[in-house]
């Protein structure tokens, strides 16, 4: 199964405060996503890319930084975060071809107190 | 872009009776349509999708229908099992870049 992996699991930090959230895919997947689930939304993309150095606005990308390194790794940037961040973090990817499944990570809770 | 709409957020059914899930688009030009499972702490995962060249699909007692004239789509679960109590996710889709807009949800029990 295609595998994506997200670190940190979780993590608190304080209004105001600087987080990165890391993602790494090992599919050589072209497309790689970043989703946030919240009661009420489902899961609402962030950012995505279709490779290195590439980035795309998602729909909800007020107050997110977000940058492809390599095919492999994805990060999304909070720098000044806010509560209203609170959220699960989805990280996926996708080869955008032939085979159009998204592959999901185990995802981040983040919590700004 | 794209909106979609999804119901009932909460379904309770008893265990061997069947499950619906309703969900409507606005972008006529959404071409895929994939159903995502959600368990207690895991990551979504794709269980069935449609396409827009089909308007049904069946694997075991999964069923999806699709109607693109009233840009609505459906999962139908059959003889449900309480391992399919779950939250269910419908997304719609416009092709190569796979950005999925997703559904609210459908938090699914079933009650042995």
């Known amino acids: 199964e295609a595998a994506v992996t997200q670190s940190p699991r979780n993590k608190v930090t304080v209004t105001g405060g600087n987080v990165t959230l890391s993602c790494r895919q090992t599919?050589?997947?072209?497309?790689m996503y970043w989703y946030r689930q919240d009661t009420g939304h489902g899961l609402r993309l962030i950012h995505y890319?279709?490779?290195?150095?590439?980035?795309q606005i998602g729909d909800v990308p007020d107050g997110y930084k977000a940058t492809r390194t390599t095919q492999e790794d994805f990060f999304l940037l909070l720098e000044l975060a806010s509560p209203s961040q609170t959220s699960l973090y989805f990280c996926?990817?996708?080869?955008?071809?032939?085979?159009?499944?998204?592959?999901f990570g185990k995802g981040t809770r983040l919590t700004v107190v | 872009g794209e909106q979609v709409e999804q119901l009932p957020s909460i379904l309770r059914v008893q265990e061997r009776s069947s499950a619906s899930i309703n969900c409507t688009y606005e972008n006529s030009a959404s071409n895929y349509f994939p159903w995502y499972k959600q368990e207690p702490g895991e990551n979504p995962k794709l269980i069935i999708d449609i396409r827009s060249n089909m308007e049904r699909k069946q694997i075991q007692g999964l069923i999806v229908l699709l109607d693109k004239k009233a840009k609505r789509f459906s999962l139908h679960i059959t003889d449900t099992q309480p391992a399919d109590s779950a939250m269910y996710f419908c997304a719609a889709s416009t092709g190569g870049n796979n950005k999925l807009t997703f559904g609210q949800g459908t938090v699914l029990s079933v009650i042995p």
């Open positions: 996926a990817s996708s080869d955008g071809g032939a085979s159009t499944e998204v592959f």
């Open positions: 599919n050589s997947h072209n497309y």
């Open positions: 890319s279709y490779g290195a150095g590439n980035l």
